[in-house]
């Protein structure tokens, strides 16, 4: 890669990571972008400086094996490669087709996770389409070799992985593309903590989901193997049969009345918005 797309390249990660941190995806050293510069070197975030602060010539060069590599500028010359590398270079392994990985602490996705919520229910049309199921890895511990066995099997089939108690790993075409992806995710969480305050169960029926999966197919964005965890997952597979969601309700009881007063039902639903998201 000539020296000016790879400075277009860190322009695009430092912008990514100022917007990770506007959106409130990372704070203080959270979070770490990478992107590939050619068959055997990675752009990568340093460790320990906030990822909405960064500049250019503060990103990093490894190999494939993890080893820093010489790059454009003296200005970081005493950092070291985020401690989630190992994470990083396993999407890419798994994945020759991964241009770049985001790595994030969304609050909502990760509050879910902890809940026992999961984000892997047919809910969005637009989530089933352009993203597909977000599966949730079991517990590891951050930076560790846990954490890459985590979601060694699942970056395989999935663009979005949430990390239990964690955070969320995206991979796309490029830096943008997986920040995007993460922004999905994250708006996926946000309506499924409505819903489980809302004590609301209604994904999508299983023929509809049908019909999204084809028009992700015609798109190109199908991933090998989905199609069966789709089955399991949503119900696609049998045809009829009633959906039995993994969004867990809520435990508090609903109000008779509100149930027949769509002004109280409206007005309950934006009294929980504004407390859960601050609006």
Known sequence: MAETDEYRLRQEIVRIGQLMYEKGFICASDGNISARLGP??????????????LEPEQLLVVDENGRLLPSLSYANRHLKPTSELPMHLEAYRQRPDIQAVVHAHPPI?????????PLADCLLPEVIVFLG??????????????????????????????LQRHGTLTVGNSPMQAFMRLETVEQNARIALILAQLGVRNPLPPEEVRKLLR????MGLAR??????????CGVCHPGDEHAP????????????????????RSLVAQIVHKTLGQ
């Open 40 to 53: 055997d070197r990675i752009l990568i975030t340093p460790s320990g400086l906030h990822k909405g602060l």
């Open 109 to 117: 996705t990760v509050a879910l996770s902890i809940a026992g919520i």
């Open 133 to 162: 199921l977000i599966p949730t890895t079991q517990y590891a511990t951050p930076s560790s070799t846990e954490n890459v066995r985590a979601i060694r099997d699942l970056i395989q089939g999935h663009d979005a992985i949430v």
């Open 215 to 218: 028009q992700r197919q015609a």
């Open 224 to 233: 090998p193997g989905e199609t069966a965890e789709f089955c399991a997952v």
């Open 246 to 265: 993994t969004l867990r309700p809520s435990t508090a009881s609903t109000s008779p009345s509100a149930s027949a007063n769509p002004e109280l039902v």
